[in-house]
């Protein structure tokens, strides 16, 4: 269930990925401008149309609230990147996003999906349906 307001598109401009990362870059904890010249610099190839990564955005009367990033492979979704500005955490955004982007991904002919996350967030992907098959240990 989308909530009211929420429009949820795939980036689809050079304009689109500016904002896209703009959004990211402020809302990763801790905020990281890295994000944002990345994304930046490789956006003519994400949004090139043979690209396998996908930036979703979503926005609440033109206003940016949450962006989530895919790849797809192999008969395969993998999310990585997912946030939400501090206004919209919580309300069910971002796991709008998520399956707008798994309804979208199964329409291509995608019947899998991954991500890693964060203990903390296990929760969300659970809620749309994933299910944890392993862990992976993060060394130093």
């Not at 401009?13 to 490789?42: I, R």
């Not at 090139?48 to 926005?59: F, K």
């Amino acid at each position: 269930i989308v909530p009211p307001k929420l429009e949820i598109k795939r980036v689809s401009t050079t304009a689109g990925v500016e904002q896209w990362a703009k959004v990211l870059s402020k809302n990763a904890v801790p905020a990281d401008e890295h994000l944002k010249t990345f994304y930046v610099d490789a956006k003519d190839v994400a949004i090139a149309p043979a690209s396998p990564e996908r930036l979703y955005i979503a926005t609440i009367e033109a206003e940016p609230v949450a962006v989530l990033e895919a790849f797809s492979a192999q008969g395969i979704i993998g999310f990585y990147a997912l946030a939400s500005t501090p206004a919209v955490r919580g309300k069910g955004y971002t796991a709008a996003m998520i399956i707008n982007a798994l309804r979208e991904a199964k329409k291509a002919g995608l019947r899998l999906a991954s991500l890693q996350c964060p203990e903390a967030f296990r929760a969300l992907y659970e809620r749309v349906g994933f299910k944890p098959v392993g862990r992976i240990a993060k060394f130093s």
